[in-house]
């Protein structure tokens, strides 16, 4: 899920998109076929897609670790660190 933060800035950026007065592109017939944003509101929304992105693949790690943890499918610290000190010797 989001975390609070995340999702404020993602849905303040939908918020300044929803509030800019929108230019669309017609084709001969008059059906919509695409739209012109200001560079800033652009930006914006690939910040938002770029931060979603991001809040998804954690998401999803996040549920792998939780799995292997309950497992005990996990190595500590220490003992990391003990067969990595071996492999030197």
């Known amino acids: 899920m989001f975390a609070l933060p995340d999702a404020v800035f993602y849905f303040a ?10 230019q669309f592109i017609v084709n001969a017939s008059g059906k919509r076929v695409g739209v012109l944003l200001d560079m800033l509101t ?7 897609e770029e931060e979603l992105d991001d809040i998804r693949a954690y998401d999803a790690a996040a549920r792998r670790v939780k799995a292997e943890i309950a497992k005990g499918d996990f190595v500590t610290l220490s003992d990391y660190r003990k067969a990595r000190a071996a492999k030197r010797k």
Do not use: D
Request: neutral net charge; hydrophobic residues 30%.
């Open 13 to 22: 950026c939908m918020n300044t998109v929803l509030e800019k007065k929108e």
């Open 42 to 48: 652009y930006e914006r929304l690939r910040e938002a």
